[in-house]
């Protein structure tokens, strides 16, 4: 059976992350970067599809935290015979991936268990291993995994295995490392000087956020650190999740692929991170979106492998049983090659975040805005899939014509325009909003819909006033604000759309409940606003970690895991509510 996502923790080295449980078990590690085949998919299924186990016999009550603000992960076994803690951490990469492993024995003699299954291509593919004087080295196709172990380990039916009893006062060290297999063998980790160096690196990049800019700043901090943990290092490129077919509903089909740069986020994460103050991560996340879409936007995708590439082929696994039978298990993103009229407008409105929070505009960006606002002159009549994907026929989605609306409104206020195309845009800037405010408004319901003439509700229309389109307090966005706060409410969150109530229903969309939040603060109803964050914070995991959606039925986090989106808007909305930030173009 599969654990619940609330107990797992992350890792990660800044170009890839595994996920760790509470049982000490390792259950997910794509290698050598985030959207690789998996190596460990025991989240997926069970142990037998890979997992790297290092824990008591016999556990009792376990305890777990980072170790201040870091990513290094400690967790405290008690048993009948003694305690035990574990540190686990990923290096920050440098040649070479490695997972590091140092267990301590803080009272009496516990007998431990040692059990890595490397199963490569997610699940499928035992490695060919063999033991050595230092451990154990496992080769399959292109890749080589190292174990360092300090005592003997042994081969048994396609795992690595030992057990041995660690005293009060003993230390044992383990390391993972991945290499390509034709690569020369790399040098033994000093388990004590990476773990001071890791260290070293969450602390050191932490500083650059100022703790008074918030009264939340433990959550903000945690969720900065975890969405540098998911910034690749060297493209600059964030990732929605690390994971891939966590279900949206419970054992539904609604299972995606979120190992991959989505444009849409892309506002989102650049004043997040300018925000918080690291302009850096901020200047190489707008670096990664130009050359992503490089010169011709006729052909933009929606989204991106974290390295700029565009090929996300979707297929499933038919080996894995998925996340509590939830299948299929989807590696990959049809929703890729859709056409998504609004992420036109998303990418304007980050350049034009970016030009206002003082990053220097380059050449390539000027070229890109004016070929994009030229794009998206001929395009911005036409359907679309939506901003959440719908795979069915395409519509006219009140929310991305609003975010055809924001393209216009920041080449005006920030392009060199010559006098008759600036006329030109200014006419269709207003025909737009002229547009989405009657076609997309419900006069019966008495609230914008989701897409035009129809009656269904959907809290992406919470983001109207964020970027500008109208304010909060204007009559419309008002009663469209207050309708959703009802109709879409469940148990004080915010689902997209209303419950089908037919037990497919997937779980309230946590950062939906944080828009709400920004858009109370836009009326000046900082308590709601208040009460909107501190629910969604207080459903984090014990390690302050958040996913995609939370099941207030089941009272459970859903969905990808952890998800950027959730941890973005906690930056957001925690900043927003105790001082002035730079904002979309919401007040």
Known sequence: MSKPIESYALIGDGQTAALVARDGSIDWLCWPDFDSDACLSALLGDESHGRWLV???????????????????????????????MTDFMPIRGRHSSLVRIVEGLSGRVVMDLDLRLRFDYGALAPWCETRGDGAVATVGQHRVYLLAPMAVAVQD??????????????????????????????????????HATLAHWEGWIEGFDISRTRWS????????????????????????PTTSLPEAPAGTMNWDYRYSWLRDATFTLGAFINAGFSAEATAWRDWLLRA??????????????????????????????????????????ASTQIQIDVYGEVLDTLALARRAGIAPSAHQAAMEARIVAHLE???HHRGSGVWESRGHPRQYTYSKAMCWVGFDRALAHADLDAQTRGRLEVLRARVHTEVCREGWNTGLSTFTQSYGSHVLDASLLLLPLVGFLPADDTRMAATIARIGTDLNQGGFIRRTRAKGDGTDE????????????????????????AYLERVLGVANDVGLLSEE???????LTGNFPQALTHLGIVNTALSLCGPVLNRGGG
């Open 55 to 85: 824990a008591p016999r016999d556990t009792g009550e376990i305890e777990r935290r980072y170790r201040g603000d870091t990513l290094v992960l400690e967790t405290t076994f008690h048993t009948d015979a003694g305690a035990v803690r």
């Open 158 to 195: 396609g795992r690595i295995a030992a057990s041995f009893t660690l005293s009060e006062g003993e230390t044992h060290a383990f390391a993972l490392t991945c290499t390509a297999a034709w690569d020369p063998e790399p040098e033994p980790i000093d388990a004590r000087e990476a773990l």
């Open 218 to 241: 433990g959550a903000v901090k945690r969720s900065l650190l975890t969405l540098k943990a998911m910034v690749h290092q060297r493209s600059g490129g964030l990732i929605a999740a």
């Open 293 to 334: 879409i490089a010169g011709d936007p006729d052909v933009m995708r929606i989204m991106y492998r974290v390295d700029g590439s565009r090929h996300l082929d979707e297929w499933t696994v038919d080996a894995l049983p998925g996340y509590r039978e939830a299948r299929p298990v989807r590696i990959g993103n049809a």
């Open 378 to 380: 001929r395009v911005w």
């Open 507 to 530: 779980g309230a969309f946590l950062p939906c409940s944080l828009w709400m939040a920004d858009c109370l603060r836009l009326q000046n109803r900082h308590d709601e606003a208040t």
């Open 550 to 556: 939370y099941d207030v039925p089941g009272k459970c």
